[in-house]
T-cell receptor, first 115, second 115 residues
Framework: AQTVTQSQPEMSVQEAETVTLSCTYD???????LFWYKQPPSRQMILVIR??????QNATENRFSVNFQKAAKSFSLKISDSQLGDAAMYFC????????????FGTGTSLTVIP | EADIYQTPRYLVIGTGKKITLECSQT?????MYWYQQDPGMELHLIHY???????EKGDLSSESTVSRIRTEHFPLTLESARPSHTSQYLC??????????????FGPGTRLTVT
């Protein structure tokens, strides 16, 4: 099974500042998909952003962007202009096209936003 | 928010009881999943289904069982609950298609405590 590593159990950021959450993964596949999910306290897990491995251009969704380094197997999430509502657990996930729709999740990073 | 529902949201039950955690989705998704997540920890896949009458065990061994009699319904059952089953259980579903950039939609979770 693929492994996804999030080396930062906890991160904090001042409101309006920028923070980057790291994610690395291990795979021998050349085609795959990467995701960042957000899980606010006691609320539903929702998708933040996704990236196709064969696309070199980094995905962007409003204040959220990724830095996808395929050779380094790195997929970091950058949150710009952080807001209080960004406080949550963030999970990096890997999906292989060869194992159905099975996702592999990292251990998560707990993000605190300081007013 | 996604149209995927879980009941109950919270459950406290005694050891030895039989319990069923309900999960239903109204999106017509063929693929459904059950994850187990301890507080602040990663998600572990325990069961998945690719359609009616299809069920498979995930990476994490679990004493629970699942059934998929209807597309929209994917209940999880514990025949005899134990304190080691205390955890959060997340249900998810996704659209069909391998190799397509499909996300998983998550339910709100059931937080189970076995005393």
């Amino acid at each position: 099974a693929q492994t996804v590593t999030q080396s930062q159990p906890e991160m904090s950021v001042q409101e309006a500042e920028t923070v980057t959450l790291s994610c690395t993964y291990d795979t021998s596949e050349s085609d795959y998909y990467l995701f960042w999910y957000k899980q606010p306290p006691s609320r539903q897990m929702i998708l933040v952003i996704r990236q196709e491995a064969y696309k070199q251009q980094n995905a962007t969704e409003n204040r959220f962007s990724v830095n996808f380094q395929k050779a380094a197997k790195s997929f970091s999430l950058k949150i710009s202009d952080s807001q209080l509502g960004d406080a949550a657990m963030y999970f990096c996930a890997y999906r292989s096209p060869n194992t159905g729709n099975q996702f592999y999740f990292g251990t998560g990073t707990s993000l605190t936003v300081i007013p | 928010e996604a149209d995927i529902y879980q009941t109950p949201r919270y459950l406290v039950i005694g050891t030895g009881k039989k319990i069923t955690l309900e999960c239903s989705q109204t999106m017509g998704h063929d693929k459904m999943y059950w994850y187990q997540q301890d507080p602040g920890m990663e998600l572990h896949l325990i069961h998945y289904s690719y359609g009616v009458n299809s069920t498979e065990k995930g990476d994490l061994s679990s004493e629970s069982t699942v059934s998929r009699i209807r597309t929209e319904h994917f209940p999880l059952t514990l025949e005899s609950a134990r304190p080691s089953h205390t955890s959060q259980y997340l249900c998810a579903s996704s659209e069909p298609g391998i190799g397509v950039l499909n996300e998983q939609y998550f339910g709100p979770g059931t937080r189970l405590t076995v005393t």
